[in-house]
């Protein structure tokens, strides 16, 4: 695949080729900017209001531990904030939703789809997709746009428990507001993709099973999932759902387009034997409390465990099971990078 | 079915329109003590959805719209029951902590402890420690309930246990923890105790409350 032209030791550890070896790097966001801020000194809201410092966040990070991939995605409220809710920011780490962009249901009925180029943050994340695609592009160097998934972004806009309230009481309403963060989305990644990017990510915890069932993944998430896919000009995408994941696995499955399933709280062996023959890479799972508080060698065995659970017959990449927390220990880092490396290897 | 498993249907449902005329109805018939209509209606309906939601039968808007449901009918009791009110198990200092703002776990928490018959303090989220050991000391509370989603803001919890020691009063209180991010493991670090869901904070609290073994 032309995605992985770059890293053909990606591509060959994905496929499980003799002698490969499965590609393992933690997820890198909020704690990219963490460790730029202490790096360089400069406030988090600095860094999360210009899209040149969260490329070099990202790429400072993906440098030091020679991680191979990165992704312009960083918080969970850039749809959101573009829509008008309210965030509050925060001095050394990534900005927290405060305040709804939706106040009341006469709201609903005006929501238009946003500008990618003009509103929140969103032109600020078309400069670090452009930055990656000059800086972040060389050999064996992965660069991914995107931003939430629908689920998540309309969570943003309506808050997480209007949305879930009204996925009972009133349906249509939920879909108003899906179909107009989906829309956006759309263009946001669309342009990302102009700009440089390989790939598109789409992190969508509020969709896992421990928000909402999967009846209601079917219905809310997967009809605007399968148009960004369709809409969305990017030869595969990334899909995150931190949380319990297990039982959406067939469903993301039958998303086309879905290259990569990020997961979190998941038996990773039942989950390949739901995907089959389905080309579809589990990313993960090692948990991020252990990468945080564990030892080193608590997290070689959580690594491991990963690794036998995972990686037989390939389609898999050794991950965390969401963004590492800052202040995570750069030998924890270290240590699931070299578990990949010395015991991921394809007999 | 008599009028007190209606209403802990119409909570299970999440009816919140059934739940306020029956509610009305067990007002105006005067038979039923309204205590007894919250902990054996209300309340047993609501524990239920509990259950159900720790099988994973029920998820988060399942929950929303059954608590819902509960505080619409505990609206059309709230004028009658001045002096009805049942004495306070204990009195929980709630919120979530400094950096973080996803509450709608705490929120539930809050809902099941409420209706079990706790005073809860709720601090709201993004707190922190000043405001928790400020609202302790206010209250005279007995539980500390510090609830995280993110791996990031483990370490205000661990802040808030740090300055509750300090100020000496740490061994006063018990402190239970939840939330996606946190564990026993975490917990046990800390000091805390961790409880995974509503249903084991409500069976921990009420046995330690009632002097048995937690």
């Known amino acids: 695949m032309e995605l992985f032209e770059k890293v053909p030791e990606i591509l060959e550890g994905i496929l499980g080729k003799p002698g490969a070896t499965v590609p393992t790097f933690p997820i890198i966001l909020g704690y990219s900017i963490n460790e730029y801020h202490k790096h360089t000194g400069i406030p988090a809201p600095e860094i999360m209001k210009d899209g040149r410092k969260i490329a070099e966040a990202q790429i400072y ?108 009481k009133n349906p249509d309403l939920v879909h108003k507001v899906l179909a107009a963060c989906t829309d956006t989305i759309i263009d946001f990644c669309n342009t990302q993709i102009d700009a440089g990017v390989l790939g598109i990510g789409l992190a969508e915890p509020t969709a896992s099973s421990t928000c909402i069932s999967p009846q209601f993944f079917q219905e809310f998430a997967v009809p605007y999932l399968k148009k960004i896919t369709r809409n969305v000009n990017s030869p595969a995408f ?98 699931l990078i070299r578990i990949g490396k010395t015991y991921g290897k394809f007999p | 079915m008599n009028l007190l498993n209606e209403i802990a249907e119409a909570v299970i449902n ?29 309340n047993r309906g609501m524990a239920k959805v509990g259950e159900l939601y720790e099988k994973r039968e029920y998820f988060l808007p399942e929950i929303i719209v ?81 609830s995280t989603l993110m791996t990031p803001t483990l370490d205000s919890m661990r802040e808030i246990l740090d300055l509750l020691k300090h100020e000496g009063i740490y061994e006063k209180l018990k402190i239970i923890i939840g939330g996606a991010a946190p564990d026993e493991k975490f917990a046990a670090e800390i000091g805390a105790i961790y409880l995974k869901d509503p249903n084991a904070a409500i069976q921990f609290l009420d046995t330690y409350f009632s002097g048995g073994q937690t």
């Not at chain 2, 009816?15 to 919250?38: C, G, H, P, T, Y």
């Open chain 2, 66 to 146: 059954a608590a819902d449901a509960l505080y619409d009918a505990l609206a059309v009791f709230h004028p009658y029951l001045k002096t009805q009110l049942q004495k306070y198990k204990a009195t929980v200092v709630i919120g979530v902590v400094r950096g973080d703002i996803h509450d709608i776990g705490k929120n539930m928490i809050k809902i099941f402890l409420e209706t079990a018959g706790y005073k809860v303090i709720d601090c709201g989220r993004n707190v922190s420690a000043d405001i928790f050991i400020g609202e302790i000391k206010k209250h005279n509370a007995e539980v500390l309930a510090l």
């Open chain 2, 14 to 42: 999440g009816d919140s329109e059934k739940a306020s005329i029956l509610a009305k109805q067990i007002v105006d018939m005067k038979v039923i003590d309204l205590n007894e209509a919250i902990l054996n209606g209300l």
């Open chain 1, 61 to 168: 990070v993906a440098r030091r531990f020679k991680i191979p991939f990165v992704i312009t995605i960083i918080d969970l409220n850039v749809i959101g904030e573009a829509f008008g809710a309210t965030l509050t920011y925060m001095q050394d780490v990534i900005p927290v939703h405060e305040i709804p962009a939706i106040k009341t249901l006469e709201d609903i009925d005006t929501l238009q789809p946003k500008d990618p180029h003009r509103d929140g943050r969103m032109p600020e994340i078309i400069k670090t997709a452009g930055i990656f695609g000059q800086k972040f592009s060389g050999q064996g160097e992965l660069s991914f746009g995107g931003c939430e998934g629908p689920i998540t972004a309309a969570g943003s806009v309506w808050g997480v428990e209007n949305l879930m309230r009204n996925m009972i």
């Open chain 1, 238 to 335: 990334l899909l995150h759902v931190c949380g319990e994941s297990q039982n959406i696995v067939k469903l993301v499955s039958k998303i086309p387009n879905i290259l990569i399933f990020s997961v979190d709280q998941i038996d990773l062996r039942a989950a390949k034997g739901q995907i089959g023959k389905k080309f579809l890479i589990l990313l993960g799972n090692v948990s991020t409390g252990i990468m945080r508080r564990g030892t080193p060698v608590e997290v070689e065995v959580a690594a491991k465990a990963c690794l036998s659970e995972g990686a037989t017959g390939g389609k898999f990449i050794l991950s965390t099971g969401c963004d590492i927390a800052p202040g995570t220990q750069p030998k924890n880092i270290e240590t």
